[in-house]
C-alpha cells in the first residue's frame, strides 16, 4: 500500500509540474509575440490569467490580456460574477502594495482619531466628491492615524491646486481640511512653500492614478470609496499583520 500511495502522489506532483512547465511555455509565447508585434509596450511579465486561455500581460501602465497566440490584446478587466470581485483591480492593486514604513510622512497633513494606534495612508483630491464621501465615513472610524497626501487631479478639477495648498499653508492643516471636506469652507492663508509638487512625485512613483487611493500599514493598496465598516476591518487586519512582521 505505502508504495502504491507513493507512486500516486508522485505522478500526481509530476503531473503537475508538467502543467506549471507547459503554462511557462505557452506564456513564453506569448510575451515573445507580443514583443515582435507591439515593442513600444514594456512587458514586465506574462502568466496565465484566471481565465482559461487568457494571459495577464504586466505593464507599467497596467494589466492587459492576451490569447495563447498573442494574436489580439484585450484592454479591459476580468470580473467574478459569483464574488462580484473585480480581480483586475485586486491584482492591480497587489502588485503596487507598498512598504508603509517608506513612505515621507512629513509630506501629508495628520490626524489623530482616539489613540490613533491604526495607520492609514491617503492620496486625495480637495475636489473629489468621492474622497468628500470616504471622508464622512472616516469620521466613524476610531483609533486611526490618517496621513492625508495632498493629490490634486487639475485636469479634471481646475483649481484643486490651488486648494490643496491654501490647506497645506493653514496653521491647523487637519482642522482646515476637514472643513473643507464636510462643509467647503476654506480659509484663505498666507502662501508658504508647500508639498503638491513632492506628492504628485510620490503619487506617480507609487502608480496612484485615481483618487481617493488608500495604504494600509500592511502595505496593502485599495482605490476608491469602501464602506466605513469594511474599512474598519482592514485597519484591523493590517496592524495585526504588521505586528506579526515586527
Known amino acids: 500500500m505505502r508504495s502504491s500511495n507513493f507512486s500516486l502522489v508522485f505522478l500526481s506532483f509530476s503531473c503537475l509540474s508538467a502543467f506549471g512547465a507547459a503554462d511557462d511555455a505557452a506564456a513564453s509565447r506569448v510575451r515573445q509575440a507580443l514583443a515582435q508585434r507591439i515593442?513600444?509596450?514594456k512587458i514586465q511579465s506574462v502568466a496565465a490569467s484566471p481565465v482559461a486561455g487568457l494571459?495577464?500581460?504586466?505593464?507599467?501602465?497596467?494589466?492587459?490580456?492576451?490569447?495563447?497566440?498573442?494574436d489580439h490584446l484585450i484592454m479591459g478587466q476580468i470580473l467574478d460574477t459569483a464574488?462580484?470581485?473585480?480581480l483586475s483591480v485586486d491584482r492591480w492593486n497587489e502588485l503596487n502594495s507598498i512598504d508603509?514604513?517608506?513612505?515621507?510622512?512629513?509630506?501629508?497633513?495628520k490626524r489623530v482619531q482616539g489613540d490613533g494606534h491604526r495607520r492609514?495612508?491617503?492620496?486625495?483630491?480637495?475636489?473629489?466628491?468621492?474622497?468628500?464621501?470616504?471622508?464622512?465615513d472616516l469620521q466613524s472610524v476610531p483609533d486611526v492615524t490618517i496621513y492625508t497626501f495632498l493629490f490634486p487631479l487639475e485636469q479634471i478639477h481646475p483649481g484643486s491646486r490651488l486648494k490643496a495648498?491654501?490647506?497645506?499653508?493653514?496653521?491647523?492643516?487637519?482642522?482646515?481640511?476637514?472643513?473643507?471636506?464636510?462643509?467647503?469652507k476654506i480659509q484663505h492663508v498666507t502662501p508658504c512653500e508647500?508639498?503638491?509638487d513632492a506628492t504628485y512625485k510620490l503619487g506617480n512613483a507609487l502608480k496612484v492614478d485615481s483618487t481617493p487611493t488608500l495604504?494600509?500599514?500592511n502595505g496593502r493598496r485599495v482605490a476608491g470609496v469602501i464602506p466605513a465598516d469594511q474599512l474598519r476591518q482592514l485597519l484591523d487586519e493590517s496592524e495585526t499583520k504588521t505586528a506579526r512582521v515586527k
Open 100 to 109: 508603509f514604513s517608506k513612505l515621507p510622512l512629513e509630506l501629508a497633513i
Open 120 to 136: 492609514l495612508a491617503l492620496f486625495a483630491d480637495p475636489d473629489c466628491p468621492y474622497c468628500r464621501t470616504l471622508e464622512k
Open 39 to 41: 515593442p513600444d509596450v
Open 215 to 217: 495604504f494600509f500599514s
Open 55 to 70: 494571459y495577464e500581460v504586466i505593464t507599467a501602465d497596467g494589466i492587459y490580456y492576451a490569447d495563447a497566440a498573442g
Open 165 to 184: 495648498q491654501q490647506l497645506w499653508c493653514a496653521q491647523d492643516q487637519a482642522g482646515a481640511w476637514t472643513d473643507w471636506m464636510l462643509n467647503q
Open 194 to 196: 508647500d508639498t503638491v
Open 83 to 86: 464574488s462580484k470581485r473585480n
